[in-house]
């Protein structure tokens, strides 16, 4: 294998579609940086409610994938939050403590424990929601349905197969759970 001047070129050193300005280091850096900073700003906006309320950023994602999610087993949540169960364990705890978050043991496996919010916390999530959403809303009016789509596109590549795999469970039951009270 060689390069357009004839010298040698080492398979996968500069890898596949290397020569494309948008998959160039350069391009891939500034990527990484700006979804560090991204997300540090967009998780942000929560901050002040959160410690208003006495939470942390933990607290609010299992909140979101509570509320997001419901009847999701602590397994699942746990997977696709990719934390330790005593992390886990501890905000959990403290989120059924604040009567924000139950537990139900599962229909068909008794062993799962099934979470769902409090109406209680349905509030809080939902208060976490609208300060992030208004935030969402604004960038997505600016950048328009194409840019979104890229975008979603983009986050479902970054996740690895077995989030992936996780998550589409976790929605297929959460439709069959819909469909059966409807």
Do not use: C, N
Request: a positive charge; proline letters at 2%; aromatic letters at 4%.
């Amino acid at each position: 294998m060689s390069d357009q001047a004839g010298a040698p070129r080492r398979a996968g050193a500069a890898g596949a579609g290397s020569g494309l300005l948008f998959l160039r280091e350069e391009e891939m850096r500034q990527a990484q940086e700006l979804m560090i900073l991204a997300w540090r700003d967009f998780d942000s906006v929560a901050t002040p409610l959160l410690e208003a309320l006495g939470l942390g950023h933990a607290h609010h994602r299992i909140l979101q994938m509570v509320g997001r999610h419901p009847g999701i087993a602590v397994g699942e949540l746990l997977e696709l939050l990719g934390i330790t169960k005593q992390s886990l364990g501890r905000a959990l705890g403290d989120l059924q403590a604040r009567g924000y978050v139950r537990q139900e043991v599962g229909r068909r496996d008794r062993r799962q424990r099934l979470l769902h919010l409090t109406p209680s916390g349905a509030g809080v999530e939902r208060q976490l929601f609208d300060v992030q959403r208004e935030k969402l809303m604004g960038v997505y009016r600016d950048v328009g349905a194409a840019a979104i789509e890229g975008f979603r596109r983009v986050m479902q590549g970054l996740m690895d197969d077995r989030t992936r795999r996780v998550l589409d469970a976790v929605v297929a039951t959460g439709e069959r759970s819909r469909r059966g009270r409807g």
